[in-house]
């Protein structure tokens, strides 16, 4: 017989509770589960599109780090005293008159074009003329960035060259 002192429930009493309620006590719907699976899928997605690195930002990268490369060139030349040229090899560039392994002579992606062949010349004059590399990519046929200098300031990339 049910009483109605504290602490007694109907488990204690004999009868059973409510199907509906234990359900719900034991855990979560199979709905509810899968609506938690699909907003944690749109989430990796979203964040996997975000961090995806495109052939644009590929292309600036390259043309950042080349006009790095050639301050640092310049700037090794006329330290050493010795003439440095930069000049295009089968994959990659070559640094000549450079400390061996001081300088880099691989492009960081392979969809990476230099319009020409231009050699540079980048000291040890503290004064060199204007030089300058245009840059495309293969992955973007029509976008192009020029690395260049006046022979007084630094090398800086500029927007897209005139194809």
Same mark, same amino acid.
Do not use: H, Y
């Given at each position: 017989?049910?009483?109605?002192?504290?602490?007694?429930?109907?488990?204690?009493?004999?009868?059973?509770?409510?199907?509906?309620?234990?359900?719900?006590?034991?855990?979560?719907?199979?709905?509810?589960?899968?609506?938690?699976?699909?907003?944690?899928?749109?989430?990796?997605?979203?964040?996997?599109?975000?961090?995806?690195?495109?052939?644009?930002?590929?292309?600036?990268?390259?043309?950042?780090? %080349? =006009? +790095?490369?050639?301050?640092?060139? !310049?700037?090794?030349?006329?330290? @050493?005293?010795?003439?440095?040229?930069?000049?295009? &090899?089968?994959?990659?560039?070559?640094?000549?008159?450079?400390?061996?392994?001081?300088?880099?002579?691989?492009?960081?992606?392979?969809?990476?074009?230099?319009?020409?062949?231009?050699?540079?010349?980048?000291?040890?004059?503290?004064?060199?003329?204007?030089?300058?590399?245009? %840059? =495309? +990519?293969?992955?973007?046929?029509? !976008?192009?960035?020029?690395?260049? @200098?006046?022979?007084?300031?630094?090398?800086?990339? &500029?927007?897209?060259?005139?194809?």
């Amino acid at each position: 017989m049910p009483t109605s002192a504290a602490g007694s429930s109907t488990l204690l009493c004999g009868s059973l509770p409510p199907k509906r309620a234990s359900r719900r006590a034991i855990g979560f719907t199979l709905i509810e589960l899968l609506v938690v699976v699909a907003i944690i899928a749109i989430a990796t997605a979203g964040v996997s599109f975000a961090l995806r690195d495109s052939a644009g930002n590929q292309l600036e990268r390259e043309a950042a780090r %080349l =006009a +790095s490369l050639f301050d640092a060139a !310049r700037a090794q030349s006329r330290s @050493t005293g010795q003439p440095m040229r930069w000049r295009l &090899t089968d994959g990659g560039f070559r640094f000549e008159g450079a400390v061996p392994g001081s300088l880099p002579e691989r492009w960081l992606s392979d969809d990476v074009q230099v319009a020409g062949n231009p050699v540079l010349v980048l000291g040890p004059e503290p004064l060199i003329g204007p030089q300058e590399v245009v %840059l =495309a +990519s293969t992955a973007l046929p029509g !976008r192009m960035l020029r690395v260049r @200098t006046d022979g007084v300031r630094p090398f800086q990339v &500029t927007g897209e060259a005139a194809p």
